[in-house]
């Protein structure tokens, strides 16, 4: 999962549709363990840390709670179908310790790379948490990657819409947005040479006035579909 450069794009749509990144930038070392550090969208803090066991087959998450660093086991991926695992969704929109969870099911499908993912299929054992996961080996969580017990949502916490590994197209669902458009974190700048096929027919600030583009600003982007993309451009 780690082991490459790796993106992934998370929409969400209330009043318009946004599409946030986040992404691998850099590695530390921390406890004689190699983390990979998350940036981008609300990790921008650069505090979550995810390290993988490649034997086990499993990814854990370092984070900083009440500046206290804790490590939870995210995922694992070694699961079959009847397994149970206990979820931790650190930092996120969902219940940070919902408890047990159970694979009802699991399916091998061919990807956007031409390879084969195991896709699981989770729900909670608690009948009080109504949330079904889904994960895709080597990607995680088809919602924030820090809630392998959430249910990707677009109307919700979010849903995973693109992903991509050394800049090529690994995953995408595109029933909120029309396109996937690699951005190139580590240098910095949106990849305009993508052609799309959307044209933008306004550009707003975060307090929704509308304005020109604009270099080194947060800024959105308003699509003649409807869709907002937010982007900075350097």
């Given amino acids: ?30 406890n004689g363990f190699n983390y990979k550090i998350l940036n981008g969208y609300h990790y921008i803090s650069k505090t979550f840390w995810l390290r993988e066991n490649t034997n086990d087959q499993k990814v854990f998450l370092s984070f900083l709670q009440n500046n206290i660093r804790k490590e939870v086991l995210l995922y694992d991926f070694n699961l079959s179908k009847g397994d149970s695992i206990n979820i931790n969704n650190p930092i996120s929109p969902f219940p940070a310790n919902p408890g047990m969870y159970i694979v009802d099911s699991t399916s091998t499908i061919q990807l956007n790379d031409g390879l084969y993912y195991e896709h699981f299929y989770l729900s909670s054992l608690d009948p009080s ?29 979010g849903k995973l819409s693109c992903y991509f590994n050394n800049g090529n197209s690994v ?17 910095s700048y949106i990849n305009t040479n993508i052609k799309q096929t959307k044209e933008i027919v306004k550009v707003s600030n975060l307090l ?4 020109t583009k604009r270099k080194n600003e947060i800024l959105l982007y308003h699509y003649n579909d409807g869709t907002v993309d937010k982007r900075i451009i350097f």
């Fill in 1 to 30: 999962m780690l082991n490459h450069n790796i993106e992934w794009q998370l929409t969400s749509c209330n009043n318009g549709c946004i599409t946030d990144v986040y992404f691998a930038d850099g590695d530390t070392l921390y």
């Fill in 129 to 157: 948490i109504n949330e079904n996961p889904i994960w895709i080996e080597g990607i995680g969580s088809l919602s924030l990657i820090n809630s392998p017990g959430g249910t990707p949502n677009v109307n919700g916490a």
């Fill in 171 to 187: 995953y995408s669902q595109l029933d909120s947005i029309n396109s996937c458009v690699f951005t190139n974190p580590s240098l």
């Fill in 208 to 211: 929704g006035r509308n304005t």
